[in-house]
């Protein structure tokens, strides 16, 4: 019998290699930065720099931490479960998220279709042209909406030439701004992944389909919109999982009614100073954030998407 190769232990060794640095990646950038928030949680806040009692020194060695350990506090936690406003601000950034999330999706969809069922010349100019707002500085395109939003803006001065209405409209500083801000925004992110499962499914499915009787729409939903589920799911998570800590649109487009997580973080941390209890806000924040990545994972490793 002839030896066994070793090119299936060296391209084994080099997979293994290649998976090392989005490891590192995570481990230095998420774990670890998570990881410090999760300690500060744990400490009460105090008026010092940093304004917060530490916890966990390492130079205190193992008896000290676990000394350490035994004293956290779950205060923090426990506020968050009674004050109401905390609830609200999360309920809120769910219930926001959710509906953008659909809105881009609405949106989104058909500009992918359209793209994915371009000529093949014309395809890589739509996909330049849909990623041609990230050129330009997020915060200017937010301010540019302040202009066209507000009651003397250009949507406004559009409606009452036409005729449509009689006097401006109240956009801005509204929930409605921020849809339009969050989707306008975030389009892109929802919009590639469809393209990307949209463009590779053959256009013959749905004549094998019609030939079968199946009427269009029908077709359409049982073959286009089936075969594009991952995409779907993919943008959505693109989409919903930064609008929840979104903080910019709500600020600057919302008004005193917007209520989202990322703005009471920012209280917590810049204005009232409690650093604690504002990294316990994101870190329940991020274990909210996990559970639709792990409803994603589960579902995709038992071959459902």
């Known amino acids: 019998m002839a030896p066994r190769s070793p090119a299936p232990k060296i391209s084994r060794w080099r997979a293994n290699l290649a998976a090392i640095p989005p490891y590192v990646w995570l481990l230095l950038f998420f774990l670890a930065p998570f990881l410090i928030i999760l300690k500060i949680s744990f400490s009460e806040a105090v008026i010092a720099q940093p304004p917060y009692s530490p916890v966990l020194s390492l130079s205190d060695g193992v008896s000290g931490l676990w000394a350490a350990v035994r004293e956290f506090t779950f205060a923090n936690y426990a506020f968050l479960a009674e004050d109401s406003l905390y609830i609200r601000a999360y309920l ?7 509906i953008s999330t659909a809105l881009t999706l609405l949106v989104g969809y058909p500009i992918a279709l359209a793209m994915a069922r371009a000529p093949h010349g014309w395809r890589p100019l739509l996909v330049a042209l849909m990623i ?3 050129w330009t500085s997020f915060l200017i395109r937010v301010y540019a909406w302040i202009g066209i939003l507000k009651r003397d803006g250009l949507l406004n001065q559009v409606l009452l030439w036409s005729g449509l209405i009689s006097e401006p409209l109240t956009i801005l500083n509204t929930n409605t701004a921020v849809y339009i801000g969050i989707v306008y925004t975030y389009l892109p992110f929802m919009v590639l992944p469809l393209y990307a499962a949209l463009e590779r499914q053959d256009r013959a499915l749905l004549e094998a389909a019609a030939d079968l009787g199946s009427p269009p729409l029908l077709a359409f939903w049982q073959v286009t919109v089936r075969l594009s589920l991952p995409g779907i799911v ?3 998570l693109l989409v919903f999982i930064p609008v929840v800590g979104e903080f910019v649109i709500p600020n600057l487009l919302g008004g005193s009614s917007t209520l989202m997580i990322g703005q009471t973080l920012w209280d917590e941390f810049f ?3 409690d650093w604690p209890l504002a ?3 994101a870190v329940l924040l991020v274990l909210v954030l996990v559970v639709p990545i792990t409803l994603f994972q589960r579902i995709q490793s038992r071959g459902g998407l």
Do not use: E, K
């Open 234 to 236: 993919a943008g959505c």
């Open 279 to 281: 990294s316990t806000v």
């Open 132 to 134: 041609l707002p990230f």
């Open 271 to 273: 204005q009232n100073r």
């Open 92 to 98: 809120s950034s769910l219930t926001i998220a959710a």
